[in-house]
Nanobody, 122 residues
Framework: QVQLIESGGGLVQAGGSLRLSCAAS????????MGWFRQAPGQEREFVAV????????RYADSVKGRFTISRDNVQNTVYLQMNSLKPEDTAVYYC???????????????WGQGTQVTVSS
């Protein structure tokens, strides 16, 4: 089992940057694929990015490709989401998630953080 705590959200102007962190407890962090998802008010939770257990395979939603970068540190038990060139439509609560499967589907993740709010002003 793993517990996840996100941090790094906040208010930023369009074009700015934020780096989200997701700290994981437990000794098996390096066994999990880690995903980032987001949910805007009134919308379904959507996939943002995923990274495999070793960090050498990643995938991004088309809407963030080229602007966001997912990475992980298996010594620090942390996964990151570097967000550049932020747009107002990136405003959402961002969640990290963990599962043994490498997946872009939220329903396949067993473990979730509490979320961190990202607000991008125009």
């Amino acid at each position: 089992q793993v517990q996840l705590i996100e941090s790094g959200g906040g208010l930023v102007q369009a074009g700015g940057s934020l780096r989200l962190s997701c700290a994981a407890s437990g000794r098996t962090f390096s066994s999990y694929a880690m995903g980032w998802f987001r949910q805007a008010p009134g919308q379904e939770r959507e996939f943002v990015a995923v990274i495999n257990w070793s960090g050498d395979i990643t995938r991004y939603a088309d809407s963030v490709k080229g602007r966001f970068t997912i990475s992980r540190d298996n010594v620090q038990n942390t996964v990151y989401l570097q967000m550049n060139s932020l747009k107002p439509e990136d405003t959402a609560v961002y969640y990290c998630a963990a599962d043994f499967k490498y997946s872009v589907y939220a329903r396949e993740y067993d473990y979730w953080g509490q979320g961190t709010q990202v607000t991008v002003s125009s």
